[in-house]
T-cell receptor, first 113, second 112 residues
Framework: NAGVTQTPKFQVLKTGQSMTLQCAQD?????MYWYRQDPGMGLRLIYY???????DKGEVPNGYNVSRLNKREFSLRLESAAPSQTSVYFC????????????FGQGTRLTVV | GENVEQHPSTLSVQEGDSAVIKCTYS??????FPWYKQELGKRPQLIID?????GEKKDQRIAVTLNKTAKHFSLHITETQPEDSAVYFC???????????FGQGTILTVHP
């Protein structure tokens, strides 16, 4: 049982490049989330998907897009990376909207130069 | 939307002392308040949570209290140990809506 798996673990991008962060969970959870973590700012929600087929903006969605490919997978795309998007990105999932313990992936450390 | 403030940002204690971290939230609709521990380079992991119909919850050396009227909740760690050193995050959310808002984090250092 792998839980929540993110790829890649590390990535360096040049300004303007695009990339997709992948996330998959094998716990049959309904809801999935993308957070970014910056020093002194906690975990800020980028986008979330309450269930397969739905996505909603979180606190800091600008510059990002998401796709809930199926119940297991939730990807985050940076279309044109900017240095301000340098951060650690965490994917998370919760069982249902009524079951709220969030399980996190191991994180992706992204640097945009 | 929800806003969660967490204090202090850093906390240094001696082994065996108690540590208290406090959070306030703004949205009276929030009814779920978890605490996460994040060790250096690792993912956040849930250590304890409380729902709004409960005022206090305890799990061994860890306890959480909730004051819904004042909109604040606190994490209490007793008999601290060096392995308690980590970043601790509080969060608040409304269970039917599916979002958690996190505080800014507290770096706890326990000195042997």
């Amino acid at each position: 049982n792998a839980g929540v798996t993110q790829t890649p673990k590390f990535q360096v991008l040049k300004t303007g490049q695009s990339m997709t962060l992948q996330c998959a969970q094998d716990m049959n959870h309904n809801s999935m989330y993308w957070y970014r973590q910056d020093p002194g700012m906690g975990l800020r929600l980028i986008y979330y998907s309450a269930s397969e087929g739905t996505t909603d903006k979180g606190e800091v969605p600008n510059g990002y897009n998401v796709s809930r490919l199926n119940k297991r997978e939730f990807s985050l795309r940076l279309e044109s990376a900017a240095p301000s998007q340098t951060s650690v990105y965490f994917c998370a999932s919760t069982p249902t909207l009524q079951g709220f313990e969030a399980f996190f992936g191991q994180g992706t450390r992204l640097t945009v130069v | 939307g929800e806003n969660v403030e967490q204090h202090p940002s850093t906390l240094s204690v001696q082994e065996g002392d108690s540590a208290v971290i406090k959070c306030t939230y703004s949205d009276s609709a929030s009814n779920y308040f978890p605490w996460y521990k994040q060790e250096l380079g690792k993912r956040p992991q849930l250590i304890i949570d409380i729902r709004s119909n409960v005022g206090e919850k305890k799990d061994q050396r860890i306890a959480v209290t909730l004051n819904k009227t004042a909109k604040h909740f606190s994490l209490h760690i007793t008999e601290t140990q060096p392995e308690d050193s980590a970043v601790y995050f509080c969060a608040a959310g409304e269970t039917s809506y599916g979002k958690l808002t996190f505080g800014q984090g507290t770096i706890l250092t326990v000195h042997p």
